[in-house]
């Protein structure tokens, strides 16, 4: 069959990332034989536009699947439990963009940036997992440096925007700022928190800063930490890296930034460091602080690549370095990866092995 | 004499920190004899209320430090070095807010809570250096840490608020997040930076970050990241302590915070951290991560200990824990610490010997 022929879901695709989604595989001009947009039933019945159609939003449920040849899940953890399994069952190759299977040991967790060779490559049912954003942004950068200097720990402190949390969270920030700004409308007094922020984020984040993103574990460190440090040993394929993770939100709109400390095997300095980073497969170096050219959330928004810069030598580290990032987690930290594994799996499997008709795939 | 005879200038009288110095000297109800408000000439001839008496703001100038005894600086670097050694000339002790003095190997860079032991004992004019906001912040917690456990090494990425650059960073910081809600008023496209941002900030700070605080080195290093490090060895007497620091302005209006992991040389868990810190001077523990309690920038506003909590395990050190502050860097970070310089500097000395009338003073 031609690439034409291809059937693909979108399940979520009301969503934030989902409609990231939908707008990169527009404009990416993939070539799609059916596109199958999948919500819950409150957003059923819905039209989105995608090049020049429109588009009736179907309902979210197994038979949905039949004859889909990819599903992109992106509707939370618990409907990727429900309903990923149907997609499989039906021959479809699922990529998920929620943290259900990532630290499945059979289920392959990928940037293709970094560990492409990961990904599966027999043809049939098989579900990819989309890593957590932050991690996303931070392997990246993290993998020229691990193959030029050989990384041994890793520090970070994220710097998470409100959009982490959806469009509702930057409905939230924005409404938390506007009420701080003209005074709340919801009888609250000024400088407290709306009762949006308070459901999206637990306290007011206009002006102010949150670190607690997910839930706690009985050791203090949050799911959005413990994510961090799982999901960046398992894609490095190194199981033992220690890392120390701090994840705060701030009242940023979009894009994720992250200050990184690194410690590496051989020795690394700051020049070799940009040396391994200029060129790199999803990085863009933006390092030249006498411009002020340093990566910045707004600089980042709507842009493929993590911005890396402030690059300095390390002083806790014998062989360390730090540097800066910034990127767009919604982009390359979900629904750009998200459409990149979708491609790094056509180019290695090519249509014929992957994009077989479902009845041929169920022979496997 | 008795304390009520103190005679105190305020230079940098109208200034944010300067007017927090005021507030602080009222409430504490510190028993003033004089108290001569000074400022540039821009200021001159402005009044400033007082308990309750309409005080005149006063030109800074040489002679404005006749018959002072003690002096408060917080005007910027470049007023102190010109205006400081007239007031020691005259036997005033200048408590210097600025970073002027601040690494001179004779002048005493004191946070009570960790160092009063390094404080100038003597009569007679002196400097004692108030440190870098950031850093007091820091060095509290860090005391008791280090007190107990050796301190071994420093990780630390900030998140600075807007009135960190001033009162003119807040109204900077204001005007953009306004230009972004409303549309812009000053010519520019929704989202750029106002020319208000540009000037304080080098670029836009509403809904973004800036990792550029002061200005850069030659090895990538910021004036602020290098201060944290250099003013962190002296007042905790570790020349030779390893921190490493990614300084970065955030969208807060007042209030820093601050990612903190560390080494130590003894061995460390979260509840060992937890009972140092409890009770330590300056230090409130705010950890109960299930209650939703962790410090934030909102929580901290006005309040004078620094809020310390998400202590937790360091996968990265060996005997190393990861904890998170929010402090009032215009109070403990600045005007705070200063009083407190002050007050420590009486009670060491006591009034007699401190506070001598300058023409006994000139003798010593």
Redesign the interface.
């Known amino acids: 069959m031609t690439t034409t022929d291809l059937r693909i879901a979108v399940a979520g695709a009301t969503g934030a990332v989902g409609r990231e989604l939908l707008t990169l595989l527009e404009a990416r001009g993939t070539e799609i034989g059916e596109l199958r947009l999948l919500a819950s039933e409150r957003s059923r019945g819905r039209t989105i536009e995608f090049a020049g159609r429109e588009l009736t939003v179907q309902l979210l449920e197994d038979a949905a699947f039949d004859g889909i040849d990819v599903a992109f899940f992106s509707c939370g953890k618990e409907r990727s439990k429900r309903y990923a399994p149907a997609a499989v069952e039906r021959g479809a190759l699922v990529i998920d963009n929620s943290s259900a299977f990532r630290l499945d040991a059979d289920v392959p967790l990928i940037v293709p940036e970094v560990n492409a060779a990961a990904m599966p490559t027999g043809s049939g049912g098989a579900i990819i997992a989309n890593p957590n954003c932050s991690t996303i942004l931070m392997v990246v950068p993290l993998a020229p440096l691990h193959q030029a200097f050989g990384l041994e720990?890793?520090?970070v402190?994220t710097?998470q925007a409100a959009s982490g949390a959806g469009q509702k969270g930057i409905e939230a920030l924005?409404g938390g700022?506007?009420s701080y700004?003209d005074g709340p409308t919801d009888g609250g007094a000024a400088?407290e928190a709306t009762a949006g922020e308070t459901e999206v984020f637990?306290?007011?984040l206009a002006?102010?800063?949150?670190?607690?993103i997910d839930t706690?574990a009985d050791?203090?460190?949050?799911g959005e930490e413990r994510k961090m440090?799982l999901e960046t040993r398992k894609i490095m394929g190194l199981p033992e890296l220690?890392?120390?993770v701090?994840c705060?939100r701030?009242?940023?709109?979009r894009c994720h930034?992250e200050?990184v400390?690194i410690?590496t095997r051989e020795a690394i300095t700051?020049d070799l460091a940009r040396a391994a980073l200029q060129g790199a497969p999803g990085v863009r170096l933006v390092?030249d602080?006498?411009g002020?050219e340093?990566?910045?959330?707004?600089d980042a928004d709507g842009v493929e690549p993590v911005l890396v810069?402030?690059?300095?030598?390390?002083?806790?580290?014998e062989n360390?370095i730090?540097f800066?990032l910034?990127g767009d987690q919604l982009l390359k930290g979900a629904a750009l990866n998200a459409v990149q594994i979708f491609e790094s799996y056509q180019d290695m499997c090519g249509p014929q092995a992957q994009l077989t008709a479902p009845a041929e795939r169920r022979e496997d």
């Open positions: 720990s890793v520090v402190s710097y924005l700022v506007r700004m400088g637990g306290h007011r002006f102010n800063l949150v670190p607690h706690f050791d203090g460190v949050t440090v220690p890392v120390d701090t705060v701030v009242p940023v709109l930034s200050a400390t410690a700051p390092d602080p006498t002020l340093y990566p910045m959330p707004v810069g402030r690059v300095r030598d390390s002083a806790v580290f360390g730090s800066w910034s």
